[in-house]
């Protein structure tokens, strides 16, 4: 596969096809982590927070690894916008701070605000694989595991939660796996389903990365057209 290294002077270079160690799986898709500039900017991203900060000031590539310091509240989204595709994700929360908040938002409308309305894939710690169509993001699942809630500052919600647990312990990678075609989207965690939402709205929007006041980490974040 192709691996890419950023230079001291911020220039890209691409290395030959490496072969692959024993058991290693060759990655799928487009990655949409390539590298970070010495002014923060990420290439491929833009980002919005509820206060003036740059992308530097919230978010750090290193060796491929994305770490959102948490505030101020708001979210990285990609440049291109998406309808139908499959999101392949690594997360953890650090071991030496509390659990916390993250998210990942698409088919995301209307205008910038916390939160957008969009289809949420929560990573809050004990909800992960949890299901929240923000501010009136429309979806449908089984009854048993469906509510809807009128909020005073986030307006409607509706949430479906996972059928079961398949996080790793505090401090360990885990793997989401997003797949978005028409009308049903369906999340894997660690290579097991959590969740399926029916009936989602159907809008090209961009991914999002959300920045909910806790430290949080992403690496090999990639994507397929479906």
């Given amino acids: 596969m192709l691996r890419y290294l950023l230079s001291s002077t911020a220039a890209l270079i691409l290395l030959p096809n490496l072969p692959l160690a024993a058991g290693e799986r060759k990655a799928e898709g487009t990655p949409l982590l390539i590298s970070q500039a010495p002014d923060g900017r990420l290439a491929g991203w833009k980002a919005f927070h509820e206060r003036q900060a740059s992308i530097g000031d919230v978010w750090t590539l290193r060796e491929g690894v994305l770490t959102c310091k948490g505030l101020p509240l708001g979210y990285l989204y990609t440049e291109k916008a998406y309808t139908d595709f ?37 990573l809050n710690t004990g909800d992960e694989g949890d299901f929240w169509g923000l501010d009136g993001y429309a979806l449908s699942g089984p009854a048993d595991r469906l509510k809807r809630v ?48 029916t009936q989602c709205a159907v809008v090209a ?12 980490h992403f690496r090999n974040v990639r994507i397929i057209l479906e």
């Fill in 86 to 122: 499959r999101l392949t994700l690594e997360w953890r929360s650090p071991t030496e701070k509390k659990p916390g908040k993250g998210g990942v938002l698409f088919r995301k409308s209307g205008k910038d605000q916390i939160w957008p309305r969009s289809l949420e894939a929560q």
């Fill in 150 to 197: 009128q909020h005073a500052r986030f307006g409607q919600l509706i949430g479906l939660r996972r059928t079961r647990d398949a996080v790793r312990k505090p401090g360990e990678w885990n793997l989401y796996e997003i797949s978005a075609r028409e009308g049903t989207v369906t999340l894997k965690i660690n290579g097991e389903v959590v969740n399926r939402a």
């Fill in 205 to 216: 929007g961009p991914i999002c990365l959300t920045a909910e006041g806790d430290e949080i």
